[in-house]
């Protein structure tokens, strides 16, 4: 039985470490995408530029705002540049953490004609009820009665 059963218990301590490993990647992938989100211009402060660049072009009748337009869109590019950086890294830390070792398929435990030893067990025990059966007397014989009082009690 131990014979049988160490190459499962083998299995189940490899299946458990690559179990944890994987864990410690899905962390590690978990750390990148908080670590991205962190990096990353918020929307709201890119909606704002955009408005105050869209306020400042709507007045600029004569020049007047030229400077802080062109500030507004350096702004804006940083922010670009920022999330760029941002993206690549979390795409470089996600794909190195993602990669996984493939989990194997358990050992069998069972031998491969064990189904059909089964069958022939089955079958074996099944003849040897039914030869039993033969061997059993038609006739109830009580051994303190003789073999004329059988016979009278039949007819």
């Given at each position: 039985m131990l014979a049988a059963v160490t190459p499962?218990?083998?299995?189940?301590?490899?299946?458990?470490a690559r179990a944890e490993q994987a864990g410690m990647q899905a962390r590690a992938a978990a750390a990148a995408y908080e670590t991205a989100f962190a990096m990353t211009?918020?929307?709201?402060?890119?909606?704002?530029?955009r408005v105050r660049l869209m306020v400042l072009v709507a007045t600029n009748f004569f020049?007047?705002?030229?400077?802080?337009?062109?500030?507004t869109e350096a702004e804006y590019?940083?922010?670009w540049a920022q999330d760029a950086t941002a993206m690549y890294a979390y795409a470089s830390s996600s794909?190195?953490?993602?990669?996984?070792?493939?989990?194997?398929?358990?050992?069998?435990?069972?031998?491969p004609g064990g189904l059909a030893e089964q069958?022939?067990?089955?079958?074996?025990?099944?003849?040897?009820?039914?030869?039993?059966?033969?061997?059993?007397?038609?006739?109830?014989?009580i051994p303190t009665q003789d073999?004329?009082?059988?016979?009278?009690?039949?007819?």
């Open positions: 499962y218990v083998t299995w189940l301590c490899a299946t458990a211009v918020p929307p709201p402060l890119i909606a704002a530029n020049g007047q705002n030229t400077p802080l337009i062109a500030s590019a940083e922010f794909a190195t953490a993602s990669v996984l070792t493939p989990f194997t398929a358990p050992p069998n435990t069972t031998s069958g022939l067990s089955v079958g074996k025990a099944a003849a040897q009820q039914g030869l039993s059966a033969l061997k059993r007397p038609w006739f109830p014989i073999w004329n009082a059988l016979i009278n009690t039949w007819g």
